[in-house]
């Protein structure tokens, strides 16, 4: 399976915020995109997660499943925000995602408890998630990429708040979504501990 991204650019309000990217990603490639602050990254992935469309340009999915056209119904979305909700335990805002989700074809995802454990945070899933530190947080919202077997991760400041130790589990499950075959698209300042990736630097627009 290919993801194609064809001379896509985006709009925001009135400003065009990036124009003509181009990229293709096979199974077990990754798309580190960095750039300064202001400079497109979480737009280009909200466009790539159908939240937000693209100006002009393409997406597409080549040999993949066929009745799925555009990338966004294959892909995790791993905003800045968490998309949990606060008053919910841990368990149940993951057990929403995992049914909200589904599987795609190809994969299946793991249960709620083996994903809390993959992220190393197995005893506290009857917290609720706005008890739990920053950290935390976002530990467990990485733990809703496993929990429903997408094979496009999508990833904004994933490493955001997260120590040395939940960085290494991190790259590690990343590598190990790469050697499944999957695809990332990651927007980062920090680097991710990947191997070889292709890289898009994104410079914005001047006004
Ligand atoms: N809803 C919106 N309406 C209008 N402009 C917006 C909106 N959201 C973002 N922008 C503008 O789009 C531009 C790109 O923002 P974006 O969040 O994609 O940048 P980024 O590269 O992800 O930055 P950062 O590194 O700070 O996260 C910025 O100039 C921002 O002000």
Redesign the pocket.
């Given at each position: 399976m290919r993801l194609l991204a064809e001379g896509l650019s985006a709009r925001?309000?009135?400003?065009l915020?990036f124009n003509d990217i181009s990229f293709a990603l096979g199974a077990g490639e990754a798309l580190v995109?960095t750039?300064?602050?202001?400079?497109?990254?979480?737009?280009?992935?909200?466009v790539l997660a159908g939240l937000l469309r693209a100006e002009s340009g393409r997406l597409r999915i080549e040999g993949g499943p066929a009745e799925f056209a555009h990338p966004y119904e294959l892909s995790h979305y791993l905003g800045?925000r968490n998309a949990m909700k606060q008053e919910l335990t841990v368990r149940e805002n993951l057990s929403f995602w995992q049914r909200f989700m589904g599987d795609s074809p190809g994969g299946s995802g793991i249960d709620v408890n083996a994903a809390a454990e993959a992220v190393g945070l197995a005893g506290i899933t009857h917290l609720p998630f706005g008890y739990l530190s920053a950290g935390q947080q976002r530990r467990m919202a990485m733990a809703k990429l496993l929990v429903a077997y997408r094979p496009i991760w999508l990833l904004?400041?994933p490493t955001a708040a997260l120590d040395a130790g939940a960085d290494r589990l991190f790259a590690a499950l990343v590598t190990a979504h790469l050697e499944r075959g999957g695809i990332i698209i990651a927007?980062t300042?920090q680097p991710l501990g990947l191997g070889s990736t292709q890289s898009l630097q994104?410079k914005?627009f001047t006004h």
């Amino acid at each position: 399976m290919r993801l194609l991204a064809e001379g896509l650019s985006a709009r925001r309000g009135e400003d065009l915020i990036f124009n003509d990217i181009s990229f293709a990603l096979g199974a077990g490639e990754a798309l580190v995109v960095t750039g300064p602050n202001g400079a497109g990254k979480s737009t280009l992935l909200r466009v790539l997660a159908g939240l937000l469309r693209a100006e002009s340009g393409r997406l597409r999915i080549e040999g993949g499943p066929a009745e799925f056209a555009h990338p966004y119904e294959l892909s995790h979305y791993l905003g800045h925000r968490n998309a949990m909700k606060q008053e919910l335990t841990v368990r149940e805002n993951l057990s929403f995602w995992q049914r909200f989700m589904g599987d795609s074809p190809g994969g299946s995802g793991i249960d709620v408890n083996a994903a809390a454990e993959a992220v190393g945070l197995a005893g506290i899933t009857h917290l609720p998630f706005g008890y739990l530190s920053a950290g935390q947080q976002r530990r467990m919202a990485m733990a809703k990429l496993l929990v429903a077997y997408r094979p496009i991760w999508l990833l904004d400041e994933p490493t955001a708040a997260l120590d040395a130790g939940a960085d290494r589990l991190f790259a590690a499950l990343v590598t190990a979504h790469l050697e499944r075959g999957g695809i990332i698209i990651a927007a980062t300042h920090q680097p991710l501990g990947l191997g070889s990736t292709q890289s898009l630097q994104m410079k914005g627009f001047t006004h």
